[in-house]
């Protein structure tokens, strides 16, 4: 593929309009040559919301398109962030295949975490991308959280010649349980917690593994063991609350809220190295938490969002409503809370976009790419295996490539 003219600016169209598509709004006030100018959803409502909440933000102007084929064929947009629900991924990248295909003006498309369902529908995602000759990157912000990047860049510069290469990296997040009714579908979700959230925690680990400048695939996956279990949702007084709040009849279609897994790599020098990652919708504490972990020969390095710079404390003659203006998936409105003041920087958005506008931007291919994204769908798919089977699996596997999480497949 030849590379495209440097733009001045990249203007960019969303296809979705949910929580995470305000989320990289937010986000993109700290980048640079940049115009959100289309905005694209099924619901008329939300697309106005957000072309709204755009365009007050400065990042427009932004125009509400009624069909993706009208915003791609539009002249107005360069490139598609892809936010829907991860059910619709696969059949709006094929519509964007057509549309570039049939001669739509648009040079890159990125989509968020995780790229697909399956691993098989990830390598359709990936074959299609580059079939339209489009640029492509892989939304996931926690490889460009500020912490991440700048603890890599430390350990590998001053740790890693002398003391050898990092052999374990953790990542756990947890949080109290998604926004939306999709996400505890399995079928439309792809899984449960370990598809919706190990997804971020094995990518970064192998982020934090790898040598810097060199790809993911470097590190040679070697197996994969996890457990997955249904801790809190299912009980009778959690389950009635699920059904309340978002209609899901979680005692008929249970998925997990709770996964651990271990993922064995060989470094380049054909070194055994681990990641460890964990997982929960169990989690009751202030918030989301995100714990990271480096270890190697002479060093460590740890992050964990909740130890914030900046708390506050609010007495019990303090009352408010509910919210979430301290911390994402917050708890609590009283008593001594951590507060992340900068969610977008701190959980990577900025950086994220930051990036991927300047590579799309210049007619270049990002750091992280549909190919990284069909990596980490055959690491959860081992992972998913694994927990059914009861044992470990071993990569490569090719019943993998048209396998099936159990809590996903069609009654």
């Given at each position: ?86 059910d619709t991924r696969l059949d709006i990248m094929r519509e964007i295949h057509r549309l570039k295909k049939a001669g739509a003006p648009i040079r890159a498309v990125a989509c968020e975490k995780p790229l697909a369902r399956t691993l098989a529908e990830a390598r359709e995602m990936l ?285």
């Amino acid at each position: 593929m030849s590379q495209p003219a440097t733009l001045d600016t990249l203007r960019v169209g969303f296809v979705g309009t949910g929580f995470i598509a305000a989320f990289h709004a937010q986000s993109m006030l700290g980048v640079r040559n940049l115009q959100v100018t289309g905005v694209y959803s099924r619901s008329g409502d939300k697309r106005s919301r957000i072309a709204e909440r755009v365009n007050a933000l400065g990042l427009g102007p932004a125009k509400s398109y009624e069909s993706l084929e009208a915003m791609a064929m539009s002249g107005e947009v360069d490139a598609l962030w892809i936010m829907t629900p991860n059910d619709t991924r696969l059949d709006i990248m094929r519509e964007i295949h057509r549309l570039k295909k049939a001669g739509a003006p648009i040079r890159a498309v990125a989509c968020e975490k995780p790229l697909a369902r399956t691993l098989a529908e990830a390598r359709e995602m990936l074959t299609l991308a580059e079939d339209a000759g489009l640029l492509h990157g892989y939304l996931e912000n926690q490889l460009f959280s500020t912490a991440v990047l700048r603890g890599k860049e430390i350990i590998w510069r001053r740790a890693v010649p002398s003391g050898g290469r990092p052999y374990l990296a953790r990542a756990t997040e947890e949080h109290s349980g998604p926004h939306e009714p999709w996400f505890w579908q399995g079928e439309r979700q792809g899984g449960g917690v370990l598809s919706d959230m190990m997804c971020h925690s094995v990518e970064v680990a192998r982020f934090l593994l790898t040598e810097p400048g060199k790809p993911r695939g470097s590190l040679k996956l070697v197996s994969a063991s996890a457990t997955t279990a249904t801790l809190k949702w299912t009980r009778p007084r959690y389950a009635a609350d699920l059904k309340s709040r978002m209609g899901i009849d979680f005692t008929r279609r249970p998925v997990e809220d709770f996964a651990r897994g271990i993922i064995t790599l060989e470094n380049g020098d054909g070194e055994q190295i681990l990641i460890e990652a964990t997982t929960s919708w169990a989690y009751v504490g202030a918030g989301l938490r995100i714990q990271l972990e480096l270890l190697g020969p002479e060093y460590s390095m740890e992050f964990s969002s909740l130890s914030a710079g900046l708390k506050i404390f609010l007495s019990r003659n303090v009352a408010g409503s509910e919210g979430e203006d301290l911390v994402e998936k917050q708890n609590a409105e009283q008593g001594l809370m951590p507060v992340v003041e900068d969610e977008a920087g701190i959980y990577g958005y900025t950086d994220e976009n930051r990036h991927m506008v300047e590579a799309f931007r210049k007619g270049q291919m990002p750091a992280e790419t549909f190919a990284d994204g069909v990596g980490v769908m055959e690491m959860l798919m081992g992972l998913y295996r694994s927990a059914e089977l009861g044992r470990t699996v071993a990569f490569p596997d090719p019943k993998l490539e048209s396998y099936v999480p159990q809590v996903a497949r069609s009654e």
